[in-house]
């Protein structure tokens, strides 16, 4: 989305006038694209740099402690720690630690910056990284604690030659779209037939079926819906419980992940929070249009998650009990999962 009506100076001055707005909300009431915003300011408080993740991950380790934020429409993930171990890779890259949990899709990352902003005489810096139509992946903002002469190595290292102040938007990579409906009988002797989790998606691909799709066909012993409000009971029962849970926030170019606990659960309007010394989530509930609990088989029985969709049918959330790979989930998240409202009615 670009509205070439508008000059980087003329994004400037608005943004100038529109001080107390975020970047993302001024974006969209100018009508453009967030990252032209962030381009705008080449020259004044952004430079341009490598949007490719292999190469930022070489860089990230000696900065210390950041605070990563990914999101989409609905509920945005931060999360505040160190990058420890790390796995660059061509198309996927990886990210495992105690607070720093990411799987990265680097054909989505098109446009990176490095900002240098002062902001009520405070200096904040930041890594913001975006897609080809300019809306945002990934971002790495420092903290008090960070190595600022480390964020200043990194951009000098990944700086391009090109700063032009515009932004040209480029293709979204299409994908093939995938059907809304399948012959049941062949869903679920396909979906019986997993012995990993991992596996659920090699079978949508082989089906050529949508995951909201699969999931609203496959039968309520593999799938039911729940309450809109779901997720924030689920919240709200970990947190009283203690329970140690995983929360997923993705969008096309990244997954990001919590494991741990929750306990500070806060609401404000349409808006469930979580505000933890290292984990905050901003879930807007009136987006979520159903959610749904899911069991995939797996050779220690099932797993079970609880997911959320939009109104486009994305998932815009998802949760698991903590689980180490091959063990059985917890009797606890289990008793969680299926003891949260249900739907009054199937969900379409």
């Known amino acids: 989305m670009t ?3 508008l000059s980087p100076d003329d994004i400037r001055a608005a943004r100038a006038e529109h001080a107390n707005l975020r970047e993302r909300d001024l974006a969209a009431k100018l009508g453009i694209a967030e990252a032209a915003i962030v381009a705008a300011d080449i020259g004044y408080s952004a430079v341009r740099i490598q949007a490719d993740p292999a190469t930022l991950l070489g860089h990230v380790k000696p900065l210390g402690e950041v605070m990563v934020l990914t999101r989409n429409e609905t509920a945005v993930h931060e999360k505040i720690g160190h990058f420890e171990d790390l796995h660059p890779g061509k198309q996927v890259s990886m990210t495992l630690g105690e607070n720093i949990d990411l799987r990265i899709f680097g ?15 405070e200096v904040r810096r930041s890594l913001q990284f975006f897609d080809g139509a300019g809306t945002a992946i990934f971002k790495i903002h420092l903290r008090p604690a960070s190595d600022v002469a480390a964020f200043e190595r990194l951009v000098h290292a990944l700086r391009v030659e090109d700063q032009d102040r515009g932004f040209h938007a480029l293709a979204v990579p299409a994908e093939e779209p995938a059907a809304d409906r399948i012959d049941r009988e062949t869903l ?30 496959v039968g309520d012993d593999f799938a039911w819906p729940l309450e809109r409000e779901a997720a924030g009971a689920l919240l709200d029962r970990a ?3 203690g329970l140690e849970i995983m929360c997923f926030v993705s969008n096309p170019g990244c997954v990001q992940i919590h ?28 987006r979520i249009a ?56 199937r969900a379409a």
């Open 3 to 5: 509205t070439p009506m």
């Open 107 to 121: 054909n989505r990352w098109k446009h990176g910056f490095a900002v240098t902003r002062e902001v009520n005489g």
């Open 259 to 286: 494991t741990g606990k929750v306990s500070n659960i806060q609401r404000m309007g349409p808006w469930v929070n979580v505000m933890d010394p290292s984990f905050h989530l901003h879930l807007r509930q009136d």
């Open 290 to 345: 159903d959610v749904w609990a899911v069991r995939k088989p797996a050779d220690t029985g099932h797993v079970t998650s609880i997911e959320a969709y939009d109104r486009d049918g994305e998932m815009v959330i998802q949760f698991f009990g903590k689980r180490k790979e091959g063990k059985a989930e917890l009797d606890a998240w289990r008793a969680l999962a299926e003891a949260l409202p249900r739907a009054t009615s």
């Open 239 to 241: 947190a009283e419980s």
């Open 188 to 217: 679920r002797r396909e979906w019986q037939g997993m012995t990993d989790p991992h596996q659920f998606f090699g079978m949508l691909k082989r089906l050529n079926i949508t995951r909201k799709a699969a999931i609203r066909e």
